[in-house]
């Protein structure tokens, strides 16, 4: 079946970083790829998505690029700031099927 | 825009009680579906549905029941709560899938239940 594998966390940066949170994952076909992120106390939101092999997605400076020979979708930022501490999941959605399968997250701290 | 409107945010329950968790969207959204979340293991589905009158069960369905009797609601219900059951529960629900192209998910804010 599908399976998504993230980074272990917790990830702690300071103000400024750089930021790489792994992911790959394992699915049949061509799945579209996603990063969530979960603010404190809130609900999951889209970050960024990518729906076909070497398709960038990119928001509020962070970027993936769908990677198909290594299955992978890294996530990555050039400089991280305090407002980016979150909760990241990486997720898949493959086929016919409409339920998407989550990794299990990754817990990001900035300093300043 | 509300979007997904999950009620109520927190609630404390005892071993073996009943309860409904509702969830709501507004954007005529024919698939939704529920998920829990659990420190280190993301988000398993419980439930989903692709629209009104038809369900389905996820990866973890075991002590829940939904019903889907209209586009705009999809409540979760807590048959006889367990302490297993502590966790966040999040709603979500996607719009109708376009071409070959692969639609995102929007959350609701999540309940925070605890059952003891």
């Known amino acids: 079946g599908d399976s998504v594998t993230q980074m272990e966390g917790p990830v702690t940066l300071s103000e400024e970083a750089f930021l790489t949170i792994n992911c790959t994952y394992t699915?049949?076909?061509?799945?579209?790829l996603f990063w969530y992120v979960q603010y404190p106390g809130e609900g999951l939101q889209l970050l960024l998505k990518?729906?076909?092999?070497?398709d960038k997605g990119s928001n509020k400076g962070f970027e993936a690029t769908y990677r198909k020979e290594t299955t992978s979708f890294h996530l990555e930022k050039g400089s991280v700031q305090v407002s980016d501490s979150a909760v990241y999941f990486c997720?898949?959605?493959?086929?016919?099927?409409?339920?998407?399968?989550f990794g299990s997250g990754t817990q990001l701290t900035v300093l300043p | 825009n509300a979007g997904v409107t999950q009620t109520p945010k927190f609630q404390v329950l005892k071993t073996g009680q009943s309860m409904t968790l509702q969830c709501a969207q507004d954007?005529?959204?024919?698939?939704m579906s529920w998920y829990r979340q659990d420190p280190g293991m993301g988000l398993r589905l419980i439930h989903y549905?692709?629209?009104?009158?038809?369900?389905d069960q996820g990866e973890v369905p075991n002590g829940y029941n939904v019903s889907r009797s209209t586009t705009e609601d999809f409540p979760l219900r807590l048959l006889s709560a367990a302490p297993s059951q502590t966790s966040v529960y999040f709603c979500?629900?996607?719009?109708?899938?376009?071409?070959?192209?692969?639609?995102?998910?929007?959350f609701g804010q999540g309940t925070r239940l605890t059952v003891v």
């Open positions: 979500a629900s996607s719009p109708p899938r376009q071409g070959s192209g692969r639609t995102e998910a929007f």
């Open positions: 699915a049949t076909g061509y799945p579209s």
């Open positions: 990518a729906t076909k092999a070497d």
């Open positions: 997720a898949l959605l493959s086929g016919s099927a409409r339920q998407l399968t």
């Open positions: 954007m005529n959204h024919e698939y």
């Open positions: 549905s692709v629209g009104a009158g038809i369900t």
